[in-house]
Structure formats: C-alpha cells, structure tokens
C-alpha cells in the first residue's frame, strides 16, 4: 500500500518540527565574548556620552543659568531629563522636571513625573528656544555656552 501525498507531506513536516526542536534544545552559548580591555577602558563617561545634546536654560538679562539634557540622543518621544538642581533656581518648578519631550512641531517639553508641561520652549533665532509656556515666565534654551557653565 502506496502512502498519500499528503501522508508523505506531513510526515516530512513532522520530521522539520521535531529536528528545529532538537537543535533548538542542543544549543549552547559561544562562552563570553571577548572585550579588548584597553579600547574599552579608554572610553571615559564623557567619551560615553558625546552624542546627547546639552542645553543652557538662562533668565532675562543673561544672570542665573543652568544645564539640562535628554538622557538618550534627543530623539523623538519621552526621554528622561537630566537638569542641574540650580535651575530651580530660574524658575521653581523646574525642580520637579523629569521627562524631555521632542513635539512634532518642533516645540521641546519638559514636564513632571506625571507628564504635565512645566515649561515649554519654542524655537527661536538660531540654536536658541524661547519659553512660550508658562506665558508668565520667560527663558531661553541655548546649545551655546555650555562649555563655560
């Protein structure tokens, strides 16, 4: 008695399933992956972190100033924010920023734990941003002088 086509299909399929199972169960890991020690030690946290922009937050007339940073490269979405505790300072509810939003209109957010809007920058002339909300308090964001701070 001559087997069906479909009884020889699926006992070729059988046989696929079982052998993809069996080397699934066989495979062991390479071991650790070699690291060259002395590239990877030359890479200091500020090496590390070359790619995340900085940013000066200032008041009117160019006093009090202070860094903050998207933890990741700026990229679109809610990154974490890193602000210097002196920004507190410019305005003091800066204190509770925590989160840095890019906006699709170009605007950058950066807003409490609970994703609520402290201050709002717009983009102004140059490399400069210009806080538009809250209406009431008036700062800039700059990419220049962070260097100097």
């Not at 699926?10 to 993809?20: C, K, P, Q, R, T």
């Not at 906006?103 to 941003?129: C, K, Q, W």
Request: aromatic letters at 8%; hydrophobic letters at 40%.
């Amino acid at each position: 008695m001559k087997p069906a086509n479909t009884a020889w299909l699926g006992l070729v399929s059988a046989v696929a399933i079982i052998a993809m199972f069996l080397d699934f169960a066989t495979y062991t890991s390479g071991g650790e992956p070699e690291i060259d020690a002395s590239t990877t030690a030359s890479i200091t946290p500020e090496d590390a972190s070359f790619d995340v922009p900085t940013f000066v937050i200032g008041g009117p007339g160019g006093g009090a100033k202070c860094k903050a940073y998207p933890a990741e490269n700026g990229t679109p979405g809610h990154n974490a924010l890193g602000i210097d505790q002196s920004c507190a300072g410019l305005y003091p509810p800066l204190a509770n920023a925590r989160t840095w939003h890019n906006n699709e209109d170009g605007t950058i957010d950066l807003a409490d734990d609970l994703g609520r809007t402290i201050v709002e920058f717009s983009p102004g002339d140059g490399l400069d941003y210009i806080s538009v909300e809250p209406r009431s308090v008036i700062l800039s964001m700059s990419a220049e002088g962070v260097e100097s701070l």
